[in-house]
């Protein structure tokens, strides 16, 4: 596993080949930490399925502000009383700082706001 992140973290240099970006991003989101069982693997687990949900994140925004869904202008606003998926990235953000679970949450609403795959 930790062999694996340091390979993928040569995507995420500035000198890197940004088309790597999404594949990386995926790559990481879809990181299966191994079950915690004692405390220091909980801690160990605990990181992965934080840098899990970064990564997820992370690629909701590329996707969200991709020229497909980015809207400049606000004029495909949600016609619910949610804020818009632009505020619930901030939001998703934030939630990263409390729970990694409800950032995922948070990520997968968006994602399924604007259409995301």
């Known amino acids: 596993m930790l ?3 340091r390979q993928l973290s040569w995507s995420f240099r500035p000198d890197a080949d940004i088309s790597e970006l999404p594949r990386a991003l995926k790559e990481l ?3 299966a ?6 405390t220091d693997e909980s801690e160990i687990w605990t990181a992965l399925n934080d840098l ?6 992370g690629m909701a925004t590329c996707d969200a ?5 980015f809207d400049a202008f606000g004029t495909d606003a949600p016609a619910s009383a949610s804020p818009g998926p632009y505020t619930e990235l901030a939001a998703a953000r934030r ?3 409390l ?8 990520v997968d609403r968006i994602r399924f706001t604007l259409d995301l795959s």
């Not at 930490?33 to 004692?38: L, Q």
């Not at 502000?65 to 869904?69: G, L, P, V």
């Not at 729970?99 to 948070?106: I, P, V």
């Open 3 to 5: 062999d694996r992140l």
């Open 52 to 57: 899990a949900a970064l990564a997820a994140l």
């Open 99 to 106: 729970s990694a679970s409800s950032c995922r949450a948070a």
């Open 65 to 69: 502000f991709a020229d497909a869904c």
């Open 95 to 97: 939630e990263l700082a």
């Open 29 to 31: 989101a879809d990181l």
């Open 33 to 38: 930490p191994p079950s915690p069982s004692g």
